[in-house]
Each structure stands twice: as C-alpha cells, then as structure tokens.
C-alpha cells in the first residue's frame, strides 16, 4: 500500500505540536484542545477523502483544509497571547501542508 503523502504529513505534524500543545495548555487549556482537535480534524478528513470519490472527496478535502487554516490561526492565537514563542519547524511543516491542501483542494 502507497502511503498517502497529505495525511503522513498530517499525522508528522501531530506529532511536532505535541509539545506545542503542552506548552498552550499551561496558558489556555481551551484553545490546546481546540487546536488538537483541528488538527486531527485534518488528518481525520484526509483519511476519509482518500477512500471516497467525486463531490465527496472534494468536500472532506475541503474540510481539512479549513480545518489546517484553523490549526495556523490557533496557533498565531497562542503566540499573540504569549503562549509560543517561534514555531519554526512545526511553521514550515505547515506551510508544505498548505500547498499539498491546494493542489488537493483544486485539482479537477
């Protein structure tokens, strides 16, 4: 079986914002665990997409991405309340799973 790409990126991604998400939680437990059900709402959605065809691929592709502009947006959240410093390396993994969320997202 050929791994799917977007959602081994997405599960790296979990795995980065663990300590991110420990790190939240001590300021703002609320918006820890919004942002880990966000981004398992993306890995989730990428899952279930890969098995379906069509409109209804599209759609759960769709919510994953809403789903990763929910993740970035927490995160900057977090960060604006002080919570985070700089996220370099979880940013990056983010910004790639952006463009794949695109292509995803726009392909015909």
Avoid: C
Wanted: hydrophobic share 50%; no cysteine; glycine share 6%.
């Amino acid at each position: 079986m050929v791994p799917f790409l977007a959602l081994e990126l997405a599960l790296q991604i979990i795995a980065e914002l663990r300590p991110v998400i420990a790190a939240v939680t001590r300021h703002d437990p609320d918006l820890a665990r919004q942002i880990r059900r966000a981004a398992s709402s993306v890995a989730l959605n990428l899952g279930e997409g890969s098995e379906r065809s069509g409109k209804d691929r599209a759609q759960h592709y769709r919510i994953a991405a809403g789903s990763h502009r929910e993740v970035v947006t927490a995160l900057r959240v977090a960060t604006a309340w002080g919570a985070l410093g700089e996220l370099r390396e979880v940013a990056l993994l983010l910004d790639r799973q952006a463009a794949i969320l695109f292509r995803l997202t726009h392909s015909r």
